[in-house]
Protein backbone atom coordinates (compact mmCIF):
# COMPACT_ATOMS: atom_id res chain seq x y z
CA UNK A 1 0.00 0.00 0.00
CA UNK A 2 0.76 3.58 -0.49
CA UNK A 3 1.29 5.99 2.58
CA UNK A 4 1.42 9.59 2.79
CA UNK A 5 3.26 10.98 5.37
CA UNK A 6 2.83 14.94 5.84
CA UNK A 7 6.12 15.12 7.17
CA UNK A 8 9.17 13.68 7.98
CA UNK A 9 8.80 11.47 11.26
CA UNK A 10 11.10 9.40 13.57
CA UNK A 11 12.45 6.31 11.84
CA UNK A 12 10.96 4.15 14.73
CA UNK A 13 7.90 4.58 12.92
CA UNK A 14 8.60 4.85 9.60
CA UNK A 15 10.55 1.46 9.78
CA UNK A 16 7.29 -0.50 11.52
CA UNK A 17 5.60 1.27 8.05
CA UNK A 18 8.54 -0.17 5.50
CA UNK A 19 9.41 -3.38 7.41
CA UNK A 20 5.18 -3.94 6.44
CA UNK A 21 6.39 -3.54 3.00
CA UNK A 22 4.42 -0.38 2.47
CA UNK A 23 5.41 2.29 -0.13
CA UNK A 24 6.29 5.64 1.96
CA UNK A 25 6.01 8.90 0.49
CA UNK A 26 7.56 11.58 3.30
CA UNK A 27 6.21 15.84 2.64
CA UNK A 28 9.36 17.63 2.92
CA UNK A 29 9.32 21.05 2.09
CA UNK A 30 9.71 23.83 4.94
CA UNK A 31 6.24 25.21 3.59
CA UNK A 32 2.49 23.58 5.20
CA UNK A 33 0.53 21.89 2.86
CA UNK A 34 -2.12 23.80 1.31
CA UNK A 35 -5.68 21.59 1.55
CA UNK A 36 -5.65 21.31 -2.16
CA UNK A 37 -2.13 19.68 -2.16
CA UNK A 38 -3.00 17.23 0.85
CA UNK A 39 -5.87 16.19 -0.83
CA UNK A 40 -4.32 15.51 -4.02
CA UNK A 41 -1.04 13.86 -2.51
CA UNK A 42 -4.23 11.74 -0.81
CA UNK A 43 -5.68 10.92 -4.24
CA UNK A 44 -2.24 8.43 -5.13
CA UNK A 45 -2.32 7.32 -1.80
CA UNK A 46 -3.71 4.48 0.31
CA UNK A 47 -3.11 5.63 3.83
CA UNK A 48 -3.11 9.28 5.26
CA UNK A 49 -0.43 9.83 8.32
CA UNK A 50 -1.22 13.17 9.33
CA UNK A 51 1.14 16.06 11.26
CA UNK A 52 0.12 19.28 12.13
CA UNK A 53 -2.82 21.61 11.43
CA UNK A 54 -4.26 20.38 8.01
CA UNK A 55 -7.94 20.64 8.10
CA UNK A 56 -9.53 16.74 8.07
CA UNK A 57 -13.20 18.29 7.42
CA UNK A 58 -16.07 17.10 5.49
CA UNK A 59 -14.91 18.22 1.68
CA UNK A 60 -11.72 16.39 2.65
CA UNK A 61 -13.27 13.80 3.73
CA UNK A 62 -16.28 13.73 0.81
CA UNK A 63 -12.84 13.88 -1.54
CA UNK A 64 -10.84 11.22 -0.17
CA UNK A 65 -13.56 8.64 1.12
CA UNK A 66 -11.05 6.02 -0.97
CA UNK A 67 -8.40 6.49 2.04
CA UNK A 68 -8.09 2.79 3.67
CA UNK A 69 -6.05 4.50 7.13
CA UNK A 70 -6.30 8.12 8.46
CA UNK A 71 -3.66 8.17 11.44
CA UNK A 72 -2.66 11.72 13.70
CA UNK A 73 0.67 11.90 14.94
CA UNK A 74 -0.95 14.15 18.11
CA UNK A 75 -3.58 13.30 21.04
CA UNK A 76 -4.90 16.54 20.26
CA UNK A 77 -7.72 16.02 17.31
CA UNK A 78 -9.46 19.53 16.85
CA UNK A 79 -8.32 19.88 13.64
CA UNK A 80 -10.83 16.32 12.42
CA UNK A 81 -14.58 17.14 11.89
CA UNK A 82 -15.59 13.80 13.75
CA UNK A 83 -18.77 14.02 12.52
CA UNK A 84 -17.64 14.09 9.13
CA UNK A 85 -15.36 10.91 9.76
CA UNK A 86 -18.23 9.16 10.75
CA UNK A 87 -20.31 9.91 8.31
CA UNK A 88 -17.65 8.41 5.94
CA UNK A 89 -17.19 5.54 8.45
CA UNK A 90 -13.84 6.45 8.71
CA UNK A 91 -11.15 6.00 12.20
CA UNK A 92 -9.44 8.25 12.98
CA UNK A 93 -5.93 7.54 15.00
CA UNK A 94 -4.41 9.00 17.84
CA UNK A 95 -1.42 9.00 20.22
CA UNK A 96 -2.76 9.31 24.06
CA UNK A 97 -0.65 8.80 26.57
CA UNK A 98 2.90 8.42 25.54
CA UNK A 99 3.30 12.05 25.42
CA UNK A 100 1.49 13.27 28.84
CA UNK A 101 5.09 13.07 30.85
CA UNK A 102 6.72 15.20 28.26
CA UNK A 103 4.23 17.90 28.09
CA UNK A 104 3.00 18.28 31.32
CA UNK A 105 7.18 18.40 31.76
CA UNK A 106 6.58 21.73 28.93
CA UNK A 107 3.84 22.85 31.62
CA UNK A 108 5.85 22.82 34.55
CA UNK A 109 8.97 24.43 32.86
CA UNK A 110 6.83 27.45 31.87
CA UNK A 111 5.37 27.75 34.50
CA UNK A 112 8.63 28.19 36.84
CA UNK A 113 10.17 29.81 34.09
CA UNK A 114 7.16 32.50 34.05
CA UNK A 115 7.40 32.74 38.23
CA UNK A 116 11.18 33.73 38.10
CA UNK A 117 11.47 35.68 34.83
CA UNK A 118 13.30 33.41 33.16
CA UNK A 119 13.31 34.00 29.59
CA UNK A 120 13.38 38.06 30.13
CA UNK A 121 16.37 37.51 32.08
CA UNK A 122 18.08 35.63 30.13
CA UNK A 123 17.73 37.67 27.11
CA UNK A 124 19.22 40.68 29.00
CA UNK A 125 22.16 39.20 28.69
CA UNK A 126 22.31 38.69 25.15
CA UNK A 127 21.26 42.34 25.06
CA UNK A 128 24.60 43.16 27.27
CA UNK A 129 22.17 43.79 29.95
CA UNK A 130 23.41 42.23 32.91
CA UNK A 131 24.47 44.70 34.75
CA UNK A 132 25.16 43.88 38.66
CA UNK A 133 23.88 42.27 41.96
CA UNK A 134 20.43 43.71 42.01
CA UNK A 135 19.22 42.80 45.48
CA UNK A 136 15.56 44.26 44.52
CA UNK A 137 15.86 43.49 40.83
CA UNK A 138 14.16 40.98 38.97
CA UNK A 139 12.29 39.32 41.69
CA UNK A 140 10.41 36.23 40.89
CA UNK A 141 7.77 34.76 43.13
CA UNK A 142 8.05 31.07 44.55
CA UNK A 143 5.51 28.27 43.94
CA UNK A 144 5.61 26.62 47.22
CA UNK A 145 2.64 25.49 48.75
CA UNK A 146 0.74 27.56 46.41
CA UNK A 147 -2.52 26.84 44.43
CA UNK A 148 -2.60 25.05 41.06
CA UNK A 149 -6.38 25.01 38.99
CA UNK A 150 -6.31 23.02 36.51
CA UNK A 151 -8.40 23.11 33.91
CA UNK A 152 -8.98 19.85 31.88
CA UNK A 153 -7.23 17.32 34.24
CA UNK A 154 -7.74 14.00 32.40
CA UNK A 155 -3.66 12.35 31.20
CA UNK A 156 -1.63 15.65 30.81
CA UNK A 157 -3.12 17.18 33.80
CA UNK A 158 -2.66 14.50 35.94
CA UNK A 159 1.10 14.50 35.12
CA UNK A 160 1.46 17.76 35.88
CA UNK A 161 -0.23 17.65 39.27
CA UNK A 162 2.12 14.89 40.30
CA UNK A 163 4.96 17.09 39.72
CA UNK A 164 3.97 20.16 41.14
CA UNK A 165 2.88 18.42 44.62
CA UNK A 166 6.36 16.55 44.20
CA UNK A 167 8.16 19.57 43.46
CA UNK A 168 6.28 22.26 45.53
CA UNK A 169 3.65 20.69 47.79
CA UNK A 170 1.35 22.34 45.27
CA UNK A 171 -2.50 22.20 46.25
CA UNK A 172 -4.52 21.14 43.61
CA UNK A 173 -7.87 22.01 42.43
CA UNK A 174 -9.47 20.95 38.92
CA UNK A 175 -12.63 22.30 36.77
CA UNK A 176 -13.65 19.60 34.41
CA UNK A 177 -16.73 18.68 33.12
CA UNK A 178 -17.18 15.39 34.76
CA UNK A 179 -15.40 14.22 38.65
CA UNK A 180 -12.08 12.63 38.01
CA UNK A 181 -12.04 10.55 40.59
CA UNK A 182 -8.34 9.05 41.15
CA UNK A 183 -6.74 12.59 41.11
CA UNK A 184 -9.24 13.01 44.06
CA UNK A 185 -8.44 9.89 46.08
CA UNK A 186 -4.68 9.61 44.74
CA UNK A 187 -3.93 13.38 44.69
CA UNK A 188 -6.61 15.14 46.80
CA UNK A 189 -7.84 17.09 43.89
CA UNK A 190 -10.50 19.29 44.70
CA UNK A 191 -13.45 19.77 42.59
CA UNK A 192 -14.16 23.46 42.14
CA UNK A 193 -16.84 25.96 39.99
CA UNK A 194 -14.90 27.00 36.82
CA UNK A 195 -15.48 30.62 38.74
CA UNK A 196 -13.70 28.99 41.54
CA UNK A 197 -10.79 28.00 39.40
CA UNK A 198 -10.16 31.45 37.98
CA UNK A 199 -11.02 32.92 41.76
CA UNK A 200 -9.02 30.76 43.92
CA UNK A 201 -5.63 29.53 41.27
CA UNK A 202 -2.15 30.59 41.92
CA UNK A 203 -0.94 29.03 38.96
CA UNK A 204 -3.98 28.62 36.17
CA UNK A 205 -3.18 25.64 33.62
CA UNK A 206 -4.98 24.82 30.93
CA UNK A 207 -5.19 21.41 29.40
CA UNK A 208 -8.94 20.71 28.03
CA UNK A 209 -8.92 19.58 24.29
CA UNK A 210 -9.99 22.83 22.23
CA UNK A 211 -13.77 22.19 21.05
CA UNK A 212 -16.71 24.72 20.73
CA UNK A 213 -17.72 24.63 24.27
CA UNK A 214 -13.57 25.48 25.30
CA UNK A 215 -12.78 27.66 22.47
CA UNK A 216 -12.04 30.93 23.77
CA UNK A 217 -12.95 30.29 27.39
CA UNK A 218 -9.80 32.21 28.58
CA UNK A 219 -10.91 35.96 27.72
CA UNK A 220 -10.99 39.23 29.50
CA UNK A 221 -13.87 38.65 31.15
CA UNK A 222 -12.51 35.57 32.76
CA UNK A 223 -8.79 37.51 33.05
CA UNK A 224 -10.46 39.53 35.45
CA UNK A 225 -11.42 37.32 37.84
CA UNK A 226 -8.34 35.63 38.63
CA UNK A 227 -6.02 36.89 41.12
CA UNK A 228 -3.16 39.59 39.78
CA UNK A 229 -0.65 37.46 41.14
CA UNK A 230 -1.57 34.74 39.30
CA UNK A 231 0.02 32.79 36.53
CA UNK A 232 -1.76 31.52 33.18
CA UNK A 233 -0.08 28.49 31.50
CA UNK A 234 -1.50 27.19 28.07
CA UNK A 235 0.28 24.34 26.82
CA UNK A 236 -3.03 22.62 25.13
CA UNK A 237 -4.51 24.69 22.51
CA UNK A 238 -4.21 28.29 21.69
CA UNK A 239 -7.70 28.53 21.01
CA UNK A 240 -8.91 28.23 24.68
CA UNK A 241 -7.58 31.77 25.35
CA UNK A 242 -8.15 35.18 23.27
CA UNK A 243 -4.73 36.72 22.92
CA UNK A 244 -5.52 40.60 22.95
CA UNK A 245 -6.96 39.89 26.19
CA UNK A 246 -4.11 37.80 27.41
CA UNK A 247 -1.59 40.48 26.19
CA UNK A 248 -3.52 43.23 27.56
CA UNK A 249 -4.28 41.34 30.87
CA UNK A 250 -0.85 40.93 31.80
CA UNK A 251 0.16 44.25 30.35
CA UNK A 252 -2.26 46.20 32.76
CA UNK A 253 -1.34 43.70 35.90
CA UNK A 254 -4.62 42.00 35.47
CA UNK A 255 -3.06 38.65 36.13
CA UNK A 256 1.06 38.38 36.74
CA UNK A 257 2.25 36.68 33.98
CA UNK A 258 1.73 34.00 31.10
CA UNK A 259 3.53 30.95 29.70
CA UNK A 260 2.58 29.29 26.38
CA UNK A 261 3.77 26.61 24.06
CA UNK A 262 0.68 26.94 22.23
CA UNK A 263 -0.28 30.30 20.69
CA UNK A 264 -3.29 32.12 18.63
CA UNK A 265 -2.24 32.30 15.60
CA UNK A 266 0.57 29.65 14.83
CA UNK A 267 2.97 30.75 14.39
CA UNK A 268 2.83 33.29 16.91
CA UNK A 269 3.60 36.91 14.93
CA UNK A 270 7.23 37.70 15.64
CA UNK A 271 6.35 41.49 16.81
CA UNK A 272 3.94 39.77 19.07
CA UNK A 273 4.12 42.28 22.09
CA UNK A 274 3.78 38.90 24.72
CA UNK A 275 7.50 38.38 23.69
CA UNK A 276 8.70 41.16 25.12
CA UNK A 277 6.77 41.27 28.61
CA UNK A 278 8.75 40.25 31.35
CA UNK A 279 6.67 37.55 33.10
CA UNK A 280 5.43 36.07 29.96
CA UNK A 281 7.64 32.91 28.86
CA UNK A 282 6.42 31.06 25.25
CA UNK A 283 7.47 28.62 23.67
CA UNK A 284 6.39 27.23 19.70
CA UNK A 285 4.19 24.16 20.68
CA UNK A 286 6.86 21.94 21.48
CA UNK A 287 5.08 20.11 24.51
CA UNK A 288 5.50 16.50 23.46
CA UNK A 289 8.79 17.03 21.93
CA UNK A 290 11.56 14.93 23.65
CA UNK A 291 12.93 11.88 21.42
CA UNK A 292 11.97 9.28 23.41
CA UNK A 293 8.13 10.79 23.10
CA UNK A 294 8.03 11.58 19.47
CA UNK A 295 9.54 7.84 19.16
CA UNK A 296 6.92 6.54 20.82
CA UNK A 297 4.44 8.77 19.15
CA UNK A 298 5.28 7.55 15.51
CA UNK A 299 5.51 3.99 16.86
CA UNK A 300 2.02 4.56 17.86
CA UNK A 301 0.57 6.36 14.67
CA UNK A 302 2.02 3.18 12.74
CA UNK A 303 0.65 0.56 14.51
CA UNK A 304 -2.83 2.83 13.94
CA UNK A 305 -2.25 2.60 10.63
CA UNK A 306 -0.86 -0.49 9.85
CA UNK A 307 -3.86 -2.20 12.17
CA UNK A 308 -6.41 -0.12 9.57
CA UNK A 309 -4.55 -1.43 6.47
CA UNK A 310 -4.78 -4.95 7.75
CA UNK A 311 -8.67 -4.74 8.40
CA UNK A 312 -8.24 -4.22 12.37
CA UNK A 313 -9.64 -2.01 14.35
CA UNK A 314 -6.77 0.77 15.29
CA UNK A 315 -5.33 0.85 19.03
CA UNK A 316 -6.38 4.01 19.51
CA UNK A 317 -9.00 5.75 17.89
CA UNK A 318 -10.59 9.37 18.41
CA UNK A 319 -13.73 7.67 17.31
CA UNK A 320 -14.19 4.34 17.92
CA UNK A 321 -17.88 4.49 17.61
CA UNK A 322 -17.26 4.33 13.97
CA UNK A 323 -16.70 0.39 14.41
CA UNK A 324 -19.81 -0.46 15.72
CA UNK A 325 -21.37 0.50 12.40
CA UNK A 326 -18.80 -1.68 9.96
CA UNK A 327 -17.61 -5.24 9.65
CA UNK A 328 -13.72 -4.67 10.60
N1 LIG B 1 1.49 21.45 23.51
C1 LIG B 1 1.55 20.26 22.96
O1 LIG B 1 2.46 19.92 22.23
C2 LIG B 1 0.49 19.26 23.30
C3 LIG B 1 -0.81 19.65 23.49
N2 LIG B 1 -1.76 18.71 23.80
C4 LIG B 1 -3.14 19.17 24.07
O2 LIG B 1 -3.53 18.70 25.35
C5 LIG B 1 -4.87 18.28 25.30
C6 LIG B 1 -5.15 17.32 26.42
O3 LIG B 1 -4.55 16.07 26.22
P1 LIG B 1 -4.84 14.85 27.24
O4 LIG B 1 -4.55 15.25 28.64
O5 LIG B 1 -4.18 13.65 26.69
O6 LIG B 1 -6.43 14.74 27.07
P2 LIG B 1 -7.48 14.12 28.09
O7 LIG B 1 -8.68 13.80 27.27
O8 LIG B 1 -6.86 13.03 28.90
O9 LIG B 1 -7.80 15.35 29.06
C7 LIG B 1 -8.58 16.43 28.68
C8 LIG B 1 -9.41 16.86 29.87
O10 LIG B 1 -10.17 18.01 29.51
C9 LIG B 1 -11.44 17.92 30.12
N3 LIG B 1 -12.40 18.69 29.33
C10 LIG B 1 -12.79 18.49 28.06
N4 LIG B 1 -13.72 19.38 27.70
C11 LIG B 1 -13.92 20.17 28.78
C12 LIG B 1 -14.77 21.27 29.04
N5 LIG B 1 -15.63 21.71 28.12
N6 LIG B 1 -14.69 21.86 30.25
C13 LIG B 1 -13.86 21.40 31.20
N7 LIG B 1 -13.03 20.34 31.01
C14 LIG B 1 -13.06 19.74 29.81
C15 LIG B 1 -11.77 16.42 30.13
O11 LIG B 1 -12.60 16.07 31.22
P3 LIG B 1 -14.20 15.96 31.08
O12 LIG B 1 -14.46 15.09 29.90
O13 LIG B 1 -14.64 15.40 32.38
O14 LIG B 1 -14.66 17.35 30.87
C16 LIG B 1 -10.39 15.81 30.33
O15 LIG B 1 -10.15 15.54 31.68
C17 LIG B 1 -5.02 17.72 23.87
O16 LIG B 1 -6.36 17.75 23.44
C18 LIG B 1 -4.15 18.63 23.06
O17 LIG B 1 -4.91 19.70 22.56
C19 LIG B 1 -1.46 17.40 23.90
C20 LIG B 1 -0.18 16.96 23.69
C21 LIG B 1 0.90 17.84 23.36
O1 LIG C 1 -0.19 19.20 20.15
C1 LIG C 1 0.11 18.05 20.15
C2 LIG C 1 -0.78 16.97 20.38
O2 LIG C 1 -0.30 15.82 20.50
O3 LIG C 1 -2.01 17.19 20.44
Redesign the pocket.
Known amino acids: MKIFITRIIPAKGLQLLKDAGHTITQYEEKRPLTQEELIEACSRHDALLSVGPNKLDETFFSRCKHLKAISLL???Y?NVDVAAANKYRMAIGNT?GV??GA?AD?AFLLMLAVSRKAFFLSNKIGRGEWGFFEPTAGLGIELNNKTLGI???????MELAKKSIGAYNMNIIY????H?EVAEKELGARYVSFEELLRESDVLSV?????P??KGVFNANTFSQMKSSAIFIN???GGLHNEEDLTAAVKNGTIWGAGL??TNPEPMKPDSPLLTMPTVCILP????ATMETRDAMSEIAARNILAALAGEKMPHAINPEVYKQQVV
Do not use: C, W, Y
Request: cysteine-free; overall charge neutral; proline content about 3%.
Open positions: SVGDPLSTTFGLGRIGHNRHNHANLSETTARDVHIGS
